[in-house]
């Protein structure tokens, strides 16, 4: 019987002034590698992501796991209490802050030898896929991105998905959008920033049944971008899965996908 092997580093490190905890993944091959930034999803932490991390380090990546803001290393109880209670404004605040995270990060990486400056990409799946799209318009190093699952921060959508129901959260959203929460989506909405995407390359995936995440979280950005885009249509890209709800970052399929984005824009 043959056995997949995956040999590669792993690095445990702090990144940054505020100490930001990274698994960093890179294979043997020497000079400099192209950096991908990887985010995990609501409740997971940076050591979910070692299936994707190894593959691409044995690709030649550097790759950098990070936790999210209250995730992994970073969690605190106290505020997973004001996220059950208030699941839009607090969610929020963790794509927001976490995204406003990745300039900070970019530097501490590139004091590294090995790291390529001008191949620096991201990609993360659900809440890890709101982090990528928002930071995508903040650092204009990053090449390359891709979003699985994820989307753009939308009152509108909130009342979409079965979120609610299967993190039994509590869901009141005449009182949970507040006017601090209308605040700090309006103020971090990536429909004001179109103009800051392109020309990094942008792979969307989703599926079409998703009950946590509606499809129209990546398809109106989707159709927003297209004009920014037109010179160079291959760039851009919206990949939907039929029949397939959220958990689509499990298909073999989607990793297959990541990679052979990557491979070609970064």
């Known amino acids: 019987m043959l056995i997949a092997k995956r040999t590669c580093t792993m690095e445990w490190h702090f990144l940054g002034e505020?100490?930001?905890?990274?698994?960093?993944f890179y294979g043997s091959s020497d000079g400099k590698k192209p950096l991908l930034l990887l985010f995990h999803g609501?409740?997971?932490r940076?050591?979910?992501e070692l299936f994707l991390a190894t593959k691409l380090a044995e690709e030649g990546y550097l790759v950098a796991a990070i936790d999210a803001r209250q995730h992994g290393?970073?969690?605190d109880l106290d505020f997973w209490k004001e996220l059950r209670y208030n699941f839009p404004k607090y969610s929020s605040r963790i794509i927001v802050e976490t995204a406003q995270d990745v300039p900070a990060i970019i530097e501490a990486l590139l004091e590294r030898d090995d790291v390529d400056p001008d191949r620096i990409g991201i990609a993360g799946g659900s809440l890890g896929g709101f982090i990528t799209i928002?930071?995508?318009?903040l650092d204009r190093r990053l090449k390359t991105a891709v979003s699985v699952a994820g989307g753009v921060m939308?009152?509108?959508?909130l009342d979409k998905g079965e979120a609610y129901e299967l993190l039994c959260l509590e869901k009141d959203l005449d009182r949970q959008v507040d006017e601090e929460m209308k605040e700090l989506v309006?103020?971090?909405n990536p429909f004001d920033r179109l103009d800051k995407f392109y020309p990094t390359s942008l792979l969307m995936v989703h599926g079409d049944i998703d009950n946590i995440v509606p499809l129209e979280a990546h398809q109106r950005l989707y159709e927003a971008l297209k004009p920014y885009y037109k010179d160079s249509p291959g760039k851009l890209n919206l990949k939907i899965y039929p029949g397939v709800d959220h958990s689509v970052g499990a298909l073999p399929e989607v990793m297959g996908?990541?990679?052979?984005?990557?491979?070609k824009h970064l």
């Open 46 to 48: 940076k050591e979910g």
């Open 134 to 137: 928002l930071a995508t318009t």
């Open 186 to 188: 309006a103020k971090n």
């Open 73 to 75: 290393d970073r969690v």
């Open 18 to 24: 505020d100490n930001i905890p990274a698994l960093l």
């Open 257 to 263: 996908d990541t990679v052979k984005w990557l491979k």
């Open 42 to 44: 609501l409740t997971g």
């Open 154 to 157: 939308s009152v509108d959508t």
